[in-house]
């Protein structure tokens, strides 16, 4: 069953209908503009934040400390440049020939326009004593941001004076390292 309606009874409500649309899309216009603008402030600060990071002077505690290990004739000795960090903030331990060194620091910074930051440093190193070094003898400081581990090289035994023979057949050959028997 079709219903017939006069067209001309549809006319009124559908201009009612269209205005109401109308207003309703204006509203979420303004809404979008808005919503575009603060997206674009947003943007703005983030550019500018990263921009300054970027020109700010990099420190060495945002990356892997440097290590200069020198082993000369009296000595064994390692710097590492540690110059953000605290000797709170450091750790030397020894185990055996190893030598393990960490550092630890957390700060947490508020910038001017009150937001907030959160900075965690963390490095490990391994270094290996040479066998002629005296581990009992390890030493550490920290100076100028440079942490400094020392250690003296063993003296060697004292070898009494000998001669050492020279071993040979008759004719200047060896065998086996032994004179050859002669029969």
């Given at each position: ?20 649309m ?45 290590c ?56 490990r ?59």
């Amino acid at each position: 069953m079709a219903l017939r309606v006069p067209v001309s009874a549809l006319w009124p409500q559908s201009q009612l209908i269209c205005v109401q649309m109308e207003n309703e899309m204006a509203r979420q216009m303004d809404n979008m503009r808005r919503s575009a603008d603060l997206m674009n402030q947003l943007q703005h600060v983030l550019r500018r934040e990263t921009l300054d990071a970027e020109t700010a002077p990099r420190s060495a505690a945002r990356r892997a400390p440097s290590c200069k290990v020198e082993k000369d004739g009296q000595h064994f000795s390692a710097t590492l440049e540690v110059e953000d960090f605290t000797p709170e903030e450091l750790t030397v331990k020894q185990v055996g020939r190893k030598i393990l060194l960490s550092g630890k620091k957390e700060k947490k910074e508020e910038s001017e326009e009150g937001s907030y930051s959160y900075r965690y440093q963390e490095f490990r190193r391994e270094l290996e004593l040479p066998e002629d070094v005296n581990p009992e003898e390890l030493s550490c400081s920290l100076n100028n941001g440079r942490l400094h581990i020392d250690a003296p090289r063993m003296a060697l035994p004292s070898v009494p004076e000998r001669v050492v023979p020279i071993k040979s057949d008759v004719s200047g050959r060896l065998k086996n390292g032994e004179e050859e028997k002669k029969e």
